[in-house]
C-alpha cells in the first residue's frame, strides 16, 4: 500500500462536514501526497487539475472517514462470548479472563479483525484500548492495517477478582507504558499515537492514577481515556472504595481535562455535569454498548447544552457486536429521541458532525481529519447509493444517517492510502485473518 502521490476521488455528492455543512453535488476532491488540496465541482476540478488516477464516483457519497472514540479492537475474537450480562458479570466472567487468556499472537489477530471491520465499516480513526499484556501487537496491527489511531495498552493495577495475570503494581505498569511512548508515539506521519487508558476506577489504584495523570502531564498532545460512570452498580463500588462518586473522584486525581476522554457518562449528579463542563473533559458516547449492557441512556441533549465535545463509538465487540458506527449514528439519534420524547433532537446533520468532526475534535485531532477541507489529511470514505436500501436518495445526509450501513462503504483512504476498495483490503490479508479465527473459535469452542 503507497501513499498515491496525487488522486482526484469522484462523487454524485461530496458531503464536507466544514463549518457550513457545505455539500457540493457532481463534486470532487484533489489529493496531493495524503493532503485535501482542492475541493468542488468535478468541472472545476478537471479543469484546474490533471492527474491519470481518478477513483470514480457514479452513484457515491463521498465523506470523511468516521471517527470511532473508543475501541477495543483487541476484544473482537471474543465477539458473540458474552450476551446478555450486565457489566461487571460480563467483565469478571468472560471478557477480562478472555484477555488474559489470549497468546500473544491471538492478540495481533483479534485487533487486526477489529481494525478490518472498522476499515470496512468506514472507519478512519480509532481511540483504542488494548489489553494489559503484549499490547505492542496491537500497535502492530493497527500499524500494519493502516488505521489512525490512539492507542495503547490496558493499565491496570488493582484486584477486584480479576485474573492474576493482568495485575502488576503502579510502577511496573508505567513503566512499560512509558517505554510504549517513547517508541510509538506520533509515528508513522503522526497517524499512530499513543494513549494512556486507565481501564476504570474499580481496576487502578489512586498511585497508578497519579503516575498516569503525571505521566500525561510529561507529554504532548498526550490523551487520557478511560471509562467512567457507566453503570449504577460500578458507580456505587467506586462511592464505597473512593468515598466520593466517580467524577468528583476523577477531578481530585486530576484526570480530569481536555486531554481526557470518557467513554460513557451515563450516571452524574447535576454537580458531576458542572465538573464535566468547566473541566473541558471529552464524552464518547456509546450508545449499543449502553443498550446491551443495559446500562442506561447517555444523556447527550444534556452534555451538548453544556457545550460539551461528544463523540460516538461502539465500544468493543462482545457489548455491541459489532464495530460500525453507521449504526451507532442511527441508535444515537432514536434513543435520545426517545429519552427526552422530542423528534427535533439530534437531527441527522448534528449525528453525522458527531461521527466526523466532532468525534475527531473529542481526541484533539479535528485540526487535521474530521471534515473534508483543503489543507485536511485524506481520511475519507466512498458510500454506495446503488443497492435497494438507498433508493431513493433525496438527502444524502438523511441516508447515511437512516438508511446506510458500513456494508455500503465501497472505498476508505487513510492519510491519502486506499486501505479498502470495492470488498478488497490492500494492507490485510483477509484470508489468512479468516483462517486464523477459525482456529481461535475452534479452541474456543472445545
Ligand atoms: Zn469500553
Not at 500499524?143 to 485474573?163: A, F
Not at 499515537?193 to 481496576?203: C, D, E, H, I
Not at 498511585?207 to 467512567?228: F, G, P, R, S
Not at 470495492?422 to 469452542?445: D, G, H, L, P
Amino acid at each position: 500500500m503507497v501513499r498515491l502521490k496525487e488522486v482526484i476521488v469522484e462523487a454524485d455528492y461530496l458531503v464536507t462536514c466544514d463549518p457550513s455543512n457545505k455539500v457540493i453535488k457532481d463534486a470532487a476532491i484533489y489529493v496531493v501526497n495524503g493532503i485535501i488540496t482542492a475541493l468542488g465541482t468535478q468541472k472545476e476540478i478537471h479543469k484546474d487539475y490533471s492527474t491519470s488516477k481518478i477513483i470514480d464516483g457514479e452513484n457515491k457519497i463521498l465523506m470523511p472517514g468516521l471517527v470511532n472514540t473508543h475501541s477495543h479492537s483487541v476484544q473482537t475474537l471474543l465477539r458473540g462470548k458474552a450476551d446478555d450480562l450486565a457489566l461487571l458479570d460480563w467483565l469478571k466472567e468472560v471478557i477480562l479472563p478472555g484477555e488474559a487468556n489470549f497468546t500473544s499472537h491471538e492478540i495481533y489477530v483479534s485487533s487486526l479483525l477489529g481494525f478490518a471491520e472498522m476499515i470496512r465499516t468506514g472507519t478512519t480513526t480509532a481511540n483504542d484500548m488494548l489489553t494489559t499484556h503484549d499490547s505492542e501487537k496491537g500497535v502492530e496491527a493497527a500499524i500494519e492495517s493502516g488505521v489512525r489511531t490512539r492507542i495503547g495498552k490496558m493499565l491496570m493495577d488493582s484486584n477486584q477478582g480479576y485474573p492474576k495475570s493482568m495485575i502488576k503494581n503502579a510502577d511496573e505498569v508505567m513503566e512499560e507504558a512509558i517505554k510504549h511512548i517513547d517508541q510509538y508515539h506520533r509515528t508513522e506521519n503522526n497517524r499512530i499515537q499513543y494513549s494512556l487508558n486507565a481501564r476504570f476506577l474499580l481496576s487502578c489504584t489512586p498511585k497508578l492514577m497519579k503516575l498516569i495523570v503525571e505521566t500525561h502531564n510529561q507529554h504532548e498532545d498526550l490523551m487520557i481515556h478511560t471509562h467512567a460512570s457507566e453503570s449504577k452498580a460500578e458507580c456505587k463500588e467506586v462511592e464505597r472504595i473512593y468515598k466520593k462518586s466517580y467524577i468528583r473522584a476523577l477531578k481530585d486525581i486530576g484526570a480530569l481535562g481536555d486531554e481526557t476522554i470518557i467513554a460513557h457518562g451515563i450516571w452524574l449528579d447535576n454537580e458531576e455535569y458542572e465538573i464535566i463542563k468547566q473541566t473541558n473533559t471529552r464524552i464518547s458516547h456509546n450508545p449499543s454498548s449502553n443498550s446491551k449492557l443495559a446500562s442506561g441512556i447517555c444523556d447527550v441533549k444534556r452534555y451538548l447544552e453544556d457545550g460539551v465535545i461528544v463523540g460516538l463509538a461502539t465500544d468493543g465487540a462482545p457489548c455491541n457486536n459489532n464495530l460500525d458506527i453507521f449504526r451507532e449514528m442511527r441508535l444515537a439519534t432514536y434513543l435520545q429521541k426517545i429519552k427526552h420524547l422530542d423528534e427535533r433532537i439530534l437531527p441527522a446533520k448534528q449525528i453525522l458532525r458527531m461521527a466526523t468532526i466532532e468525534g475527531a475534535n473529542a481526541i484533539n485531532l479535528g485540526n487535521n481529519i474530521g471534515s473534508i477541507e483543503v489543507g485536511k489529511k485524506a481520511d475519507v470514505i466512498q458510500v454506495d447509493l446503488s443497492d435497494v436500501n438507498a433508493l431513493p436518495c433525496y438527502e444524502p445526509i438523511s441516508h447515511l444517517v437512516y438508511s446506510a450501513s458500513g456494508k455500503d462503504v465501497s472505498m476508505t483512504m487513510i492519510d491519502g492510502k486506499i486501505v479498502f476498495q470495492n470488498n478488497v483490503f490492500t494492507t490485510i490479508n483477509i484470508s489468512k485473518i479468516k483462517e486464523e479465527v477459525a482456529k481461535y473459535q475452534k479452541k474456543w469452542s472445545d
